[in-house]
């Protein structure tokens, strides 16, 4: 399935897979931790190999520096890492929102894990938000996410996207207006990455004068078409192809 949702809670709207638990959005962090499925811890394991005549099938040799970083629970692993990887436990991701919550009265919306638990997320909804030319509102929210597959950093940023799976995970990682990126083999503190995303409000302030005038920007029937026809690409070397999805916009554009 495109979500690639292993556990999840989320507060408010039900995500559009319809999966997950619905908790009140003021839950205890351990709450969220539990409800979430990320109750879990991961840790490196050595990487063990037989020597070439040895068919008793127990590794008795280390690769240097090589370890395999596995979930604690059910010991599956995620990927080879080298000594320097320093995971951020699925705690440490949403113990990050404590004080914001409490200072800042930020409120968790989504948290879960995908694929398998290689990558996890939680998401906080920040308070702001904008109504694009006083009718279309877009929510503020604030995104932490790591990998153990190592596909990508430990990631803080804001975002209008409320992720509820693979897909809208992605879409934020593209779509986003502050972030601080933590490396693997660096340590992760809370306390410095929210000094750091304190620029996050006022690019939020400019993010929403953006909308409003983008919103403000009119399109005819033609050049709809031309947008869409770069975003829907023609299949090589069929250049009378029209994509369906292509003419049911249009359709709705055109009222």
């Not at 080298?82 to 989504?110: C, N, W």
């Amino acid at each position: 399935m495109a979500h690639l949702i292993e556990t999840m809670a989320y507060a408010n709207a039900v995500p559009w897979h319809g999966l997950g638990n619905n908790i009140n959005a003021d839950s205890s962090i351990e709450d969220w931790q539990r409800q979430s499925g990320l109750d879990w811890t991961v840790s490196k394991r050595p990487v063990l190999f037989r020597g070439k005549d040895d068919f008793s099938g127990i590794g008795s040799n280390h690769f240097k520096d090589k370890f395999v970083l596995a979930r604690d629970t059910d010991n599956r692993p995620f990927s080879v890492v080298s000594g320097r990887y320093k995971p951020v436990q699925p705690s440490e991701v949403l113990e990050f929102f404590r004080d914001l919550i409490a200072t800042h009265g930020m409120t968790i919306e989504t948290a879960g894990s995908l694929k398998d638990g290689k990558r996890i997320w939680a998401l906080a909804k920040t308070g702001d938000a904008h109504k694009v030319l006083g009718s279309d509102l877009v929510d503020s929210y604030l995104l932490l996410a790591t990998s153990y597959d190592l596909t990508f950093s430990t990631l803080a940023q804001f975002t209008s996207v409320r992720v509820v799976c693979n897909n809208t995970l992605q879409q934020s990682l593209k779509d986003y207006i502050s972030r601080v990126s933590i490396p693997h083999f660096r340590d992760f503190n809370a306390t410095d990455i929210h000094e750091q995303l304190g620029l996050g409000r006022a690019q939020w302030g400019a993010f929403s004068q953006a909308l409003d005038a983008i919103a403000k920007i009119k399109l005819d029937s033609a050049k709809a078409k031309e947008v869409l026809g770069k975003v829907f690409v023609a299949p090589e070397k069929d250049i009378t192809y029209v994509d369906p999805q292509v003419e049911k916009i249009l359709r709705r554009f055109e009222g």
